[in-house]
């Protein structure tokens, strides 16, 4: 049933796939003929009244032998090819939908077992195609044949030979039903050795840090545990199969030593006959051996189609409806009218009744406790949440009839966790357009406080910065990400909480720079420092999902709450710190005083 749900994918090589079938049914035919040339030259070797003839029968079944590797090989050859295009549309498609999921979505599947579908299962798929299909149709077209020529040999002995295959059948089918979930787990539990090791290999510097390498090496190997156990089962129900049904079809060969000898003590059967009667029920009964391994492929891969359509079914949360009147230049106009949203499996509101205007131009800054709702909000404008249509508009239209692709072009996200791909800094600074020129790149670095930490590298722009950007610290991170988020001189720029890895001396020239190249251009940001937000035109507090003060920073230092509060609390830490930074210096001159002397 799951593997009918493959059918798509084989009918777009529908041709090709005739072609190779009609070639591997062509070698059984051929592989037929050479039981009939035996009987000639054997018969002619038993029977005193027919001359020898051993020569022409041996060239012959040479010729076919010749035929019928190069024939098969070809087949096989095609076969493979298109193993290989099924699996490689499979996982395009797989790595093209995943692209436009959302949270919900990886939510269900982990990075790890979304890898484990998209390898593992697939694979299983290949297999099915280059070695198990292959299989099938060797032992439908085999025992078609052989039964064909074993008929016109011995009608009577070829009733007794086949009174085994139906129980032979049946066993296979219900082996078959049995060994599917055990594939399946055996599936599943691979899936969670392959996320713990991704999930494991993310977080090394974490184990690291907290001495914890033995603490994950025990973790893992009870994940591996697992997965063996499952493995064991799998493969025992394999080993079932490919036990039990060779052994039910030996009784054909018993059947034909016995009743077939008789016949040829009796006179009613020649010894050439009788040997190229029992070569087609060896011919018949080889591919039956092989039976057990392809059972056990299709059923790994029904149960690998299986887990692969669980990910293709799931549809995207993010309806991509655009309506078609897009104006050509957005001026970034933000309105956010009683914006209310919940995430799925919470019981309490994200944002509630949230209203808030930007004209184009103006920067607004988002304040407020951890989890009250900042982070929520700019996700909701880009559509990285679905909120409810008539919420959010950008210049007067509803961002639900963009198009994803052009919303997302005219309102850039930086996001809080910054993100960097294992390539050089100008390719991550340049990811969305590669032809962008290195002087946009380095204006972009300047205004995002970059520059100076890449002029210290030797190879500048071209340096690699490793993995998820490993050898660059935090701060730099965060610097470059917001660079990228620059570069793009969208209408609309989002900056979640970037500044927070970043000193405040740092901070104040990234700011300036961010103001004259954002001038005349809209931007939100979010921020947990005063420092930052009273850059803004207006300030917006949030807590609990609410807009709790809003204004300039003058305003709400005058309204004496929560604004003036934190104000009040980061400037005496401020002041602490200049204290103690004069402190040390002073310590540093008495010491250097006390050496002179």
């Not at 797989?94 to 990075?111: D, E, K, L, N």
């Not at 697992?226 to 059947?255: D, E, K, N």
């Not at 934190?566 to 008495?590: G, P, T």
């Amino acid at each position: 049933m799951h593997l009918k749900r493959l059918g798509p994918y084989f009918r777009r090589y529908a041709w090709v796939l005739i072609g190779a079938t009609a070639a591997l049914v062509l070698t059984r035919v051929l592989d037929a003929l050479v039981p009939l040339l035996m009987k000639t030259g054997i018969d002619s070797l038993a029977d005193p009244e027919i001359a020898p003839n051993v020569a022409w029968p041996a060239l012959a079944i040479a010729g076919l032998v010749l035929a019928r590797f190069g024939i098969f090989v070809v087949a096989r050859r095609i076969m493979r090819r298109v193993a290989i295009s099924v699996t490689y549309d499979l996982r395009k498609r797989i790595f093209g939908h995943v692209q436009y999921q959302g949270a919900a979505f990886f939510h269900r599947f982990s990075t790890g077992d979304l890898m484990s579908r998209a390898v593992n299962d697939i694979g299983m798929v290949r297999m099915v195609v280059s070695f198990a299909w292959v299989n099938l149709i060797t032992f439908v077209f085999t025992i078609a044949a052989g039964l064909y020529f074993m008929i016109g040999l011995s009608p009577t002995l070829t009733l007794f030979v086949v009174l085994p295959v139906p129980v032979v059948a049946v066993t296979g089918f219900l082996l078959a039903r049995q060994m599917f979930p055990n594939f399946r787990n055996r599936q599943e539990a691979l899936a969670d050795v392959t996320s713990f090791t991704q999930e494991n290999l993310n977080g090394i510097r974490t184990i690291q840090a907290m001495a914890q390498e033995d603490h994950e090496i025990e973790r893992f190997r009870d994940v591996c545990s697992q997965y063996a156990r499952m493995a064991y089962r799998a493969m025992r129900s394999m080993a079932l199969v490919t036990m039990v049904l060779p052994f039910l079809s030996a009784l054909s060969p018993i059947i034909i030593l016995v009743y077939g000898g008789f016949l040829v003590l009796e006179g009613e059967m020649t010894l050439g006959t009788f040997t190229a009667f029992f070569a087609y029920a060896a011919m018949v009964a080889a591919p039956i051996t092989m039976v057990g391994m392809s059972l056990s492929m299709f059923t790994a891969a029904a149960a690998g189609t299986e887990r692969i359509f669980e990910v293709l079914d799931y549809e995207p949360e993010i309806v991509d409806s655009p309506s078609g009147e897009i104006p050509d230049t957005i001026a970034g106009r933000v309105e956010i009218k009683g914006l209310t949203f919940s995430y799925p499996g919470t019981t309490r509101p994200a944002i509630d009744d949230v209203s808030i205007t930007v004209a184009p131009g103006e920067t607004i800054a988002l304040l407020g406790r951890v989890g009250c709702g900042k982070s929520t909000l700019l996700h909701a404008i880009v559509r990285l949440v679905d909120t409810p249509r008539g919420s959010i508009f950008i210049d007067g239209i509803d961002i639900c009839d963009y198009p994803l692709q052009r919303l997302r072009h005219a309102a850039t996200l930086v996001p809080q966790d910054p993100f960097l791909f294992s390539a050089t800094i100008a390719q991550n600074l340049a990811y969305d357009d590669p032809s962008r020129d290195v002087s946009l790149l380095w204006d972009a670095a300047e205004a995002g406080g970059l520059a100076a930490t890449i002029r210290e590298f030797p190879d500048g722009m071209e340096t690699v910065v490793g993995e998820r950007g490993m050898t660059l610290s935090g701060g730099q991170k965060q610097r470059a990400t917001l660079a990228r988020g620059l570069v793009r001189n969208a209408p609309i720029l989002l900056l979640d909480d970037c500044f927070s890895s970043v000193d405040t001396e740092t901070e104040e020239r990234i700011l300036s720079g961010l103001a004259r190249l954002r001038e005349g251009r809209t931007t939100l940001l979010i921020s947990h420092r005063v420092s930052t937000a009273r850059h803004a035109d207006r300030i917006y507090v949030l807590d609990d999902g609410h807009v709790r003060e809003s204004g300039s920073h003058e305003e709400l230092l005058a309204l004496g709450g929560y604004y003036a509060a934190l104000e009040a609390v980061q400037s005496d830490q401020e002041r602490d710190r200049a204290r103690k930074m004069r402190l040390l210096n002073d310590l540093d001159v008495d010491v250097a005083k006390a050496v002179g002397s």
